[in-house]
């Protein structure tokens, strides 16, 4: 069994920051990328951030710049750094983590339960 347990959403004016974080638990062999997510009311879920195990990072042209991805290899968590925060930022966030549950199994994604954010004009 995998757990992701996300934390650190909530509620901030524009201009404000915020830090997402996100643990994952369990039988885990090895983890390869992790990530971020958004799902605003009445849109499709979009990528927001990534990091792979080699620490290549991919971002959403809308968070660059203002955003950071990071992770703690030894504590299997990933972290979302939130700076210069918008209205337009406004959703909830879910973290993806991409893993192995033993050596010889294939590796697959797992959400968190989201976390919502939301930035006030």
């Known amino acids: 069994q995998v757990q992701l347990v996300e934390s650190g959403g909530g509620l901030v004016q524009a201009g404000g920051s915020l830090r997402l974080s996100c643990a994952a638990s369990?039988?885990?062999?090895?983890?390869?990328?992790m990530g971020w997510y958004r799902q605003a009311p009445g849109k499709q879920r979009d990528l927001v951030a990534t990091m792979s195990s080699g620490g290549s990072t991919n971002y959403a042209d809308s968070v660059k710049g203002r955003f950071t991805i990071s992770r703690d290899n030894a504590k299997n968590t990933v972290y979302l750094q939130m700076n210069s925060l918008k209205p337009e930022d406004t959703a909830v966030y879910y973290c993806?983590?991409?893993?192995?549950?033993?050596?010889?199994?294939?590796?697959?994604?797992?959400w968190g339960q989201g976390t919502q954010v939301t930035v006030s004009s």
């Open positions: 369990g039988s885990i062999f090895s983890i390869n990328a």
């Open positions: 993806n983590v991409d893993l192995k549950l033993r050596s010889w199994s294939r590796s697959r994604d797992y």
